[in-house]
């Protein structure tokens, strides 16, 4: 498997020019005000990174277009799931005080075709290891 990136604002992933646009596995958190990622209770433990979403792109050999980038831009547009998701949450998690002045970063792991599914895979099992 290939190396994160650092974290970066997901405005600044979602270019089309940018340095997402390129395929592989992404992680979506929410980081407060200074940047500091904002702990999360879940089922399994609390996740320290913050994590909200995890997901990936499209193929290279596919020629549809679907980068990260793209898939941040359907993230933030609600056309896709997890951004549907996110927008319901939004609402209650603004009345937590820690959500208040939250914001969402964006790192990727980009990786050739034949890696970007299992690595996907692999995140979303560890996740659920916490």
Do not use: C
Request: hydrophobic share 40%.
């Amino acid at each position: 498997m290939g190396n994160w990136t650092d974290w970066i604002d997901i405005d600044l992933a979602k270019s089309k020019r940018g340095p997402f646009n390129d395929f592989g596995i992404y992680e979506i958190r929410a980081v407060a005000s200074k940047g500091k990622a904002i702990p999360i209770s879940r089922l399994v433990g609390v996740d320290l990174l913050g994590l909200f979403y995890v997901g990936r792109s499209g193929y290279r050999r596919q020629k549809t277009g679907h980068t990260i980038a793209n898939r941040i831009r359907e993230f933030l547009q609600q056309a896709h799931s997890g951004g549907i998701t996110y927008a319901r949450a939004k609402k209650t998690l603004q009345q937590a005080q820690e959500f208040w002045d939250h914001r969402l970063q964006v790192r990727a792991m980009f990786l050739p075709d034949e890696e970007i599914e299992l690595a996907e895979t692999k995140v979303l099992r560890d996740y659920f290891r916490l």
